[in-house]
């Protein structure tokens, strides 16, 4: 299969600091993918590499073979390369209807006419609706934003970047801070995206990373330190170590504070 994202020799420094070193990646079209690593493994920043948020202080990013590197968000957003965040950029003045809409309209050509359009019959009103019956939002498109749970919102955001026909879809932590009882919802608007989509996961659930991905990659130290299957990364010793490190840390500093 052919890659439809890829990195060649990808860094990242800070000063004196290398955050992201020399990685060299490869999401095929289709792909079911995660990228996961210990907290401080230098995922946001790889991330940040890949969108144009952040120049790379070395090496290539490609998308379909072009070289993007030096191309702003919106000019990746445009050729296909959108993600999700951490933490929503939704306008919580904005209706679902609205926002998605305007995502549509801005795809299209037609971010300054939006508006009037939402409200007649034709293609930008039939997508709209199309997205919205898909991440279940039918009964919430009139409502604020910011009164939504949580749950929906993150599930309008996966919309709207939905709504942008990506050819590659970054999805950061998805599922973060949404309760229990909302996260199935997440869970299935993600299982049910187009296999057209290649999805690369970024996540710290390790339950929902492997009932997601059918391939897995292991960032450490800002570097790519294991790939394979879900099972082979599962029995990898290596990558069980650098988990197993990082809780065994994070109990000693818990017991620190007990003490202290």
Known sequence: MSAVLETRGLAKRFGGLLATNDVSFRLERGARQALIGPNGAGKTTFVNLLTGVLPVSAGQVLLDGAD????????????GLVRTFQINQLFGDLTPLETLALAVAERLGQGTDWRRRMGAAGPLADEVAGIAARFGLDDVLDRRTDTLPYGKQRLLEIAAAFACAPRVLLLDEPAAGVPEAERQDIL?????LPDDVAVLLIEHDMDLVFS???RISVLVDGALFAEGTPEAIAADPRVRAVYLGEERGGEERRGEERDG
């Open 68 to 79: 993007i590197t030096g191309l702003r968000p919106e000019a990746r957003v445009r050729r």
């Open 188 to 192: 299935r608007a993600i299982a049910a």
């Open 212 to 214: 997601f991905a059918r």
